[in-house]
Nanobody, 123 residues
Framework: QLLESGGGLVQAGGSLRLSCAAS????????MGWFRQVPGKEREFVAT????????SYADSVKGRFTISRDNAKNTVYLQMNSLKPEDTAVYYC??????????????????WGQGTQVTVSS
């Protein structure tokens, strides 16, 4: 089970930190990812991190503003979002790929998904 938190309403230029707490599986064996979705659009890759956090990858639209990290002792993955823009407004989902060894941007590679948390950035 994956449970996201930390979403909310923020002004453009502000920051938020999303958290995703995992339970029920060995968290350190999963590649983790963050995706986002706007109503009427496909789910979009945001960031991914390897099992021990040694490798990360970001969408071009968030590179330099967002940082993904994980704490395997706490079974939690984070997404630090800085310099937020109105176009970052979306429902953000965390996802776990327990079969993978490499970071992946492909949503179909992920086995488990959280319920999502809303992020709204006002202009």
């Amino acid at each position: 089970q994956l449970l996201e938190s930390g979403g909310g309403l923020v002004q453009a230029g502000g920051s938020l930190r999303l958290s995703c707490a995992a339970s029920g599986r060995t968290f350190s064996t999963a590649v983790m990812g963050w995706f986002r979705q706007v109503p009427g659009k496909e789910r979009e890759f945001v960031a991914t991190i390897s099992r021990i956090g040694s490798s990360t990858s970001y969408a071009d639209s968030v590179k330099g503003r967002f940082t993904i990290s994980r704490d395997n002792a706490k079974n939690t993955v984070y997404l630090q979002m800085n310099s937020l823009k109105p176009e970052d407004t979306a429902v953000y989902y965390c996802a776990a790929d327990f079969g993978g060894f490499l970071v992946t941007r492909t949503s179909s590679d992920y086995d488990y998904w959280g319920q999502g948390t809303q992020v709204t950035v006002s202009s």
